[in-house]
């Protein structure tokens, strides 16, 4: 059973920064891209960052400059760090695993920006 669990979310002050992790676990074998979406309330779900197993990563043009994507697909582990936050970037971000023509989705962890 595919499983992908993140940790690191939270309550923090504009300006500030939270460093997401994601860890996928169960009977991937051959993961080639990794990444981290959001969604905040009323909104649809966006992608935030995503990295492949050869490339560069990719990012929305909202958190470029501010976020970094890191990990390795090969241990199935990605991790957002996320600086400079906004008001804005409040939202529950979900880590997203693909393989073959599947996909997998963690649980969510809650991000807040506010003072």
């Known amino acids: 059973q595919v499983q992908l669990v993140e940790s690191g979310g939270g309550l923090v002050q504009p300006g500030g920064s939270l460093r997401l992790s994601c860890a996928a676990s169960?009977?991937?074998?051959?993961?080639?891209?990794m990444a981290w979406y959001r969604q905040a309330p009323g909104k649809q779900r966006e992608l935030v960052a995503g990295?492949?197993?050869?490339?560069?990563?990719n990012y929305a043009d909202s958190v470029k400059g501010r976020f970094t994507i890191s990990g390795d697909i090969a241990k199935k582990t990605v991790y957002l760090q996320m600086n400079s936050l906004k008001p804005e970037d409040t939202a529950v971000y979900y880590c997203?695993?693909?393989?073959?023509?599947?996909?997998?989705w963690g649980q969510g962890t809650q991000v807040t920006v506010s003072s």
């Open positions: 997203n695993a693909r393989w073959g023509a599947n996909n997998a």
């Open positions: 169960g009977g991937i074998f051959s993961i080639y891209n």
């Open positions: 990295m492949i197993s050869v490339g560069m990563p």
